[in-house]
């Protein structure tokens, strides 16, 4: 009597998309090699980062795209794993994240996954108040090959998946920002970026509209996601969370103001 034939393993690919990140490269890369693949895709980048992913034994692929979209899907098209977590280069995976990765994708149904973040600000793990523009308390970052596709924004792009599953238990370290002033200026850049996305798609949010959500969003971070329990974290991540479409209104109408007197 024959034998039954085992079942092949499944192969891991981990995608890391970066421009100019040598100084948090290494710990990243490092804390990725459960992986059978790693694949990072550079945008535009000129510092040692090229020499710190080959060094991990990553594909690298080198490249100029003006979308966040863009380069993700590039990445993703390069992976070669039947599943593929996406990791950015300010976050590491832990051993725990890495045991459950490798033992979930043996026997999970194909499709779409989230993955917890612990967002770190300034050595500290911040776990309240996080969503809408801010960030994500979890995010879908493991999925089976072809169930993920990004959209074409410049920031937070949209997303066209497969089945979603559900969510993974240990998550990823995410040194999100150094400090209060770091996360004003990454406010800064992510709303220039989607101000301009709102006025090539026409969808600029209106004035009352923005006005709007700087009660709805300020209490949905302070209140429903216990913003509070963080203290003047708390406070900054609802005050980012209420800023937001208001800034992007702004910054949108200024544009437009340009446009027309070109």
């Given at each position: 009597?024959?034998e039954?034939?085992?079942?092949?393993?499944?192969?891991?690919?981990?995608?890391?998309?970066?421009?100019?990140?040598e100084?948090?490269?290494?710990?990243?890369?490092a804390?990725?090699?459960f992986?059978?693949?790693?694949?990072?895709?550079l945008?535009?980048?000129?510092?040692?980062?090229?020499?710190?992913?080959?060094?991990a034994?990553?594909?690298?692929?080198?490249g100029?795209w003006?979308?966040?979209?863009?380069?993700?899907?590039?990445?993703?098209?390069?992976?070669?794993?039947?599943?593929i977590?996406?990791v950015d280069?300010?976050?590491?995976?832990?051993?725990?994240?890495?045991?459950?990765?490798?033992?979930?994708?043996?026997?999970?149904?194909n499709?779409?996954?989230?993955?917890?973040?612990?967002?770190?600000?300034?050595?500290?793990?911040?776990?309240?108040?996080?969503?809408?523009?801010?960030?994500?308390?979890?995010?879908?970052?493991?999925f089976?090959?072809?169930?993920?596709i990004?959209?074409?924004?410049?920031?937070h792009?949209?997303?066209?998946?497969?089945?979603?599953?559900?969510?993974?238990?240990?998550?990823?370290i995410?040194?999100?920002?150094?400090?209060?002033s770091?996360?004003?200026d990454?406010?800064?850049?992510y709303?220039d970026?989607?101000?301009?996305?709102?006025?090539?798609?026409?969808?600029?949010?209106?004035l009352?509209?923005?006005?709007?959500?700087?009660?709805?969003?300020g209490?949905?971070?302070?209140?429903?996601r216990?913003?509070?329990?963080?203290?003047?974290?708390?406070?900054?991540?609802?005050?980012?969370?209420?800023?937001?479409?208001?800034l992007?209104?702004?910054?949108?109408?200024?544009?437009?103001?340009?446009?027309?007197?070109?």
């Amino acid at each position: 009597m024959s034998e039954t034939p085992k079942s092949r393993e499944k192969t891991l690919s981990c995608l890391v998309v970066a421009r100019n990140e040598e100084a948090m490269l290494p710990d990243c890369l490092a804390s990725l090699d459960f992986a059978d693949q790693l694949v990072v895709v550079l945008d535009r980048t000129t510092d040692g980062s090229k020499a710190i992913a080959e060094k991990a034994g990553a594909l690298v692929i080198e490249g100029a795209w003006e979308s966040e979209g863009a380069r993700r899907n590039t990445g993703i098209d390069a992976c070669t794993g039947d599943w593929i977590l996406e990791v950015d280069a300010d976050e590491r995976a832990t051993a725990e994240v890495a045991s459950e990765v490798r033992s979930h994708i043996r026997s999970a149904k194909n499709g779409l996954y989230l993955i917890p973040i612990r967002n770190v600000i300034d050595g500290r793990e911040v776990r309240h108040g996080w969503g809408a523009y801010n960030g994500a308390a979890s995010a879908p970052r493991l999925f089976s090959k072809g169930d993920k596709i990004w959209g074409p924004e410049r920031v937070h792009p949209s997303l066209t998946t497969g089945p979603k599953h559900g969510s993974l238990k240990h998550g990823l370290i995410h040194l999100v920002d150094r400090d209060i002033s770091d996360m004003i200026d990454r406010m800064n850049r992510y709303t220039d970026l989607m101000a301009r996305d709102a006025v090539e798609k026409g969808t600029v949010p209106s004035l009352g509209a923005a006005l709007r959500r700087i009660v709805s969003r300020g209490w949905k971070s302070y209140v429903a996601r216990k913003g509070y329990k963080e203290g003047y974290y708390g406070v900054a991540l609802a005050f980012f969370a209420a800023s937001y479409s208001l800034l992007i209104h702004l910054k949108a109408r200024e544009i437009q103001d340009r446009e027309n007197r070109s």
